[in-house]
């Protein structure tokens, strides 16, 4: 059961401008986002991670680049984990923006939606879904199915990956929050995944370091099956 952690970018200087940044270039942290990023290494401090994959995007490589150098590890760039295309929308003020017709369909019926020279909402999270399950099998066969592994994109991509991973239509994942530099986990079995936090932006995360393997083994068909059950009556939350 492999531990994915989806991490937003940190804020960036279009998150205070009210500006759709999309996929412009040159979209640096600002200095409340470089704060976030250097916290980010605080709060997985223990959590052992094996690789980071990231969008190309600057802002993303701007928030795990103090994580990569704590841990000594190369982020992986990932196009298909690159923020929306939104075409003629790149750039526009977001209370312009608002007043569009095209506006509506985005908050209320996002798989419906595609922007102006850009790509669609539900492009987007077939891309983006596909690019972290490729991965996950990857980094599962190379570093072991417990292995963990971040995940940094951006705000409507993360929610576009937790809406697939909780079974929603696309049309509900604007019910997710995702703030910059916020921690969303995923836990992924070969049936199905698991969503064990959304927008986490300061909870305790040493729950996210496996426990020690016990002497006493099981069967592999039984470790499989209990893998991908839910635990009936609820978790004990150890």
Known sequence: ????????????????????????????????????????????TGVPIAEIVCSPMLRCEQTVAPLAKDRGLTPVTEDDLAEVDYGSWTGGALKNLAKEPLWKVVQ??????V????????????????????????????????ALWVACSHGDVIKAVLADALASHLDNFQRIMVDTCSISVVHYTETRPFVNRVNDVGGDLSGL???????????????????SDAVVGGDTGA
Do not use: W
Request: proline share 7%; net charge positive; glycine share 8%.
């Open 1 to 44: 059961m492999t531990t994915l952690i989806l991490l937003r970018h940190g804020r960036s200087s279009a998150n205070v401008a009210g500006v759709l940044a999309g996929r412009t270039p040159g979209v640096e942290l600002d200095e409340k986002g470089r704060e976030q990023a250097d916290k980010v290494v605080e709060r997985l």
């Open 108 to 113: 209320a019926h996002p798989s419906a939606a």
């Open 115 to 146: 922007f102006p020279e850009g790509e669609g909402l539900a492009g987007m999270q077939a891309r983006a879904v596909a690019a972290i399950r490729r991965h996950d099998k990857r980094i599962a066969a190379e570093h072991g199915p417990q």
């Open 209 to 227: 370091i496996p426990a020690k393997p016990k002497r006493r083994r099981k069967a592999p068909s039984a470790q499989k099956a209990r893998s």
